[in-house]
């Protein structure tokens, strides 16, 4: 075996070859934080490749697949197949001429995947250099329902190692950064496909989400991003992390530029039946009436709670604010908002690292033995091998019989929040318990590299399993959101989170916000974030 | 702490003090095997009585509750609570009355329990004499939901001690037989309900079915029963067995003299929107495009597969016999019928029990060391002290790493499963996927006390999260059924059950199929249950 270092190299000079010479652009320098104009002005794309570029989903899909990708920063990509891409383009392309009719409802659609989606004959490292050169010998099913609904996968995107970091440096490929600040992160552990959608590199990505991986890039590179729950979106066929854990599941989700875009793809993959390719796949067709709100009041007067904080971090000034403007744009449009009562954020998030911690060191150990590669241990830029030096895992992880204790208690909680969100029916003036939450999908806008240290506003809801959206608000504005004076800490670690917050570092930042649904109601969920996209829009 | 025989007295007397005095019969000698019809001849029913206590559950509900509970095998019941039920009923049949509605689908209809599903008040010990003395505060969520369908709480039944046994027999209720033949098995773990329902002593039960729990007892009994995918009917605030574990999973089921019965139940309790009260309930609807078989040519020339045997256990020759005469009546009415070939069954049971035993003898050892009970071993009727002596629980089973290398093993065959199925499309002649399978539910029909070795013919479908539905087909018959020369052996098990054959023991004992259909498609599976039913009378 060689050492992980030459493997590594090794990999590295495969990936530079597979992207086509004529689209190698000169950089920016790296005193320019912010490169999200890049793609427009480096002088790659002509006029109307950077229209394409900026046209959203819904409307993209009435063309023809023309779009190559577009971004200038190979970190946020893995693997680059426009070669193949171009050929199935072509295929689509006289399909159509042929017989006048589309493949499917994603006919022509370049999509972008994130690294853990298997495609035949390709390597799938999820940023593990033990994994070079184990190449798949079938397609996840996730990308055989993408094909078949006639969409074009061609690159895919950059992950921390092992997943389970909210943001995206590994071993192999390096780092990705945000492209509105490239001194923040993307956040993870889609990170690839948080800058890559952002700079419309892709008009779609497929992100995975254990823990808030859709949703953290999402929200820090200012996208719509959705957390589908257990089983709505086929997983099975992808490289996991913590495989056979059966309790808090990874999911499938979009991240694109337009709510309309999360739509087209959830109803593309439900109505294509993934429980016939996937045993885990729920068999639930896609529901007009939920979509339509029948269940919620036809959509009518909607209460939607806000959740200010969740009674573990503080939100930064800038999530705030953007509460503030989500709270004062429902209210023009005539919804009621009363305020969220968290309950037992603190141990959702302390029992959801228990279960996945139950063998994680193992599981991690096991994998990077193969090649000794280490195991990164934080995502600070400077003192990586100090913490790679420091990091113990856990010895051998629990027994079957304490993580069966964990379990439990979860399910009480979940039962206890089912019942604490029925109960909210009194306090609605709509008859109805709320109809969804809105909250922040962190407490804080992308975070200084390494920082991103808090992701309780994401995992209680897959410890819950509610579907969750991403939606854009504002950016951090240094006059809007300066520093506010301290708060009574709830403890030191929600202190060390406000001692982080300074106007300029943040500066430039998207500002996005989640809204929360009940468990299987994604086509309620993407219907209320559009009414609350169109308030925020009305608002303007 | 009392020691434990001590606490079985007390709890004994109490149950004996439950049953109201006028109700104590004298039941049939003990040479007396098949007491079936001793209902109708002990003189405890008026002919109004017998003819309610033989009416289906759909006819049924169109009357008002008036039947009480007639069984004469105290052995079947754990809690008896008729004084409660007519309190109730008389509220049923005021409300009634007063406004000229039903309360709802299930209005007045008497309703058994088996013994873990909690009734506030009640205790619920699943055989447990640690778990006597221990009340409940609040129903289960079924409960409730029945409640507010209508439906009558009245007895609840007897299970295994652990529940973890296809037989039932515990140290504080005793054992459950079977009333076709006091020498067989009523089955397990819902055995108590099988023996209840079969002798008419009540309309319809409930059962849980974790590997065949609701189906042995019903197979054994006669009945119709189904056990419906994870999540259908909730489960929450139940007491269980192996609580916490989330992989295999746990179900409540119908048990009932009628499939009309199995319909009525699911229907009501679906259309209760039981995902409003247990986080775990699949939000989905009652689907009555599903029913009538949309998806499966609109139930027209169906393909069903018939599964001779696992390739593990051959069955006897009753069970081969009713084999023959459903595929005979399905042919007739002209529906197709080919083989069904079974893929990795036995390694989907041994993975099934290695999760379960992950933690399973620390569990059991945890709860009975509170009183000292010994944990039982067996339950064949001699020589149980001696297997007390032999049981050596698993030294603190295995890892939280150990165990989720077998779930993700599982999740592979899962996925085989469903592709080989899939596969099947090409040779049934519809077009479509074979539409059900038709196996038996187990390789025998009732078998002698502690005789229930093999459980697999049920295991697989929990294991893949099937629904199946047993029904009735014929009875044990020594003229018809007589041994078979022997086939060339899987092994020596296999052997062992073939010897264990002799028409003479299992004289009367009644005989039952299982319908297997997809993942939550509850549905499909009744409607084509009830085709199955018609079309074994037509060709009677």
Redesign the interface.
Known sequence: MPHWTALVAEKKQRQLESIPQEWIVTPPSDSTLDVSAFPETCGLLNAREIEITNTPVNVLLEKLACAAWTAVDVNCLTEIFVDRALVRAAELDDYLKNTGKVVGPLHGLPISLKDLLCIEGLETTIGYVSWIGQYADKNAVLVDVLIECGAVPFVRTNVPQTLAWPESFNNVFGRTTNPYNRSLTSGGSSGGEGALVALKGSPLGVGSDLGGSVRIPSAFCGLYGLRPSYGRVPF??ARGT??????VLPVFGPMTNSVAGVKVFMKAVVNAKP??????A???KWDEDEYNLVDHGSGKDLCFAIMWDDGVVVPHPPIRRSLEIVKAGLQKAGHNVVDWKPIKHRLLGEITRDIWN??SA??FMITTSVTGEPIIATMELDDADAAVASFRPQN??????????????R?DI??E??DHW?ATACETGTGRPVDAIICPAAPFAATPHGKNRYVDYTIVWNA??YPAAVFPVTTVDSTLDGKAPPHAFYDDFDKDIYEMYDPEKFKNAPVCLQLVG????EEAVIRMTEIVDAALLAAK
Chains 1, 2 share one sequence.
């Open positions: 099975y066929g913590l495989e056979g854990q059966d309790s429980w016939l390719k996937d045993s885990l729920v068999r639930k139950a063998a193992e599981d051998g992880g629990i027994t079957a019989y304490q993580l069966w204790q964990v379990q439990k208690l399910q979940r039962k929040y089912l029925e819950l399993d009940r468990t299987l109601e």
